[in-house]
């Protein structure tokens, strides 16, 4: 049986009552002050299709949801359950500004100098987990980056 909304003229009450198709037309006792009132088209209707197996409220857009983010495509394959692709985008590496790459640049010379006298004079180079030499040239300190801030 199908769900009818009613107008109540006494009371301008909107009501819905869940009647027969026969006994749809017929004036129906309002519950707030018991005088008939006569159907009226519904007010709100919810109409929906079913697309990739889900239903879908019309009109649809063609997008799906994902925790709460709108997106175009759903998760296929392999995956973090919680992770999307277009949601949780990796952050961009920082780019330096002309001046601190210049910065860089200079410690990285200075640093390969130091490194080439340490071996002419037959010290021990220590070296990191990078394979970089762990060292720093006597009076020069390392340029920030955007990350390290």
């Known amino acids: 049986m199908p769900i009818y909304e009613y107008l109540c003229q006494n ?17 129906m006792p309002c ?15 919810n109409a929906f299709t079913m697309r990739d197996g889900i239903p879908r409220s019309i009109p649809d857009r063609g997008t799906y949801w ?8 759903p998760i296929t394959g392999e995956g ?6 277009e949601v949780n985008k990796p952050k961009p590496e920082p780019v330096l500004a002309k001046g601190d790459q210049d ?20 010290e021990v180079i220590a070296y990191g987990k990078n394979g970089e030499p762990a060292v720093s040239p006597p009076g020069v300190a390392e340029p920030r980056t955007p990350s390290d801030v």
């Open 80 to 85: 973090v359950a919680w992770e999307h692709p």
């Open 103 to 122: 910065d860089k640049d200079e410690f990285a010379r200075l640093k390969g100098k130091f490194v080439q006298d340490l071996r002419d004079s037959g």
């Open 11 to 27: 009371c301008n009450g909107i009501f819905e009552k869940l009647r027969s198709v026969r006994e749809s037309s017929e004036p």
């Open 66 to 73: 994902h925790l709460g983010h709108e997106v175009s495509k």
């Open 31 to 45: 519950p707030v002050c018991d005088r008939d009132a006569n159907r009226i088209m519904p007010t709100s209707i």
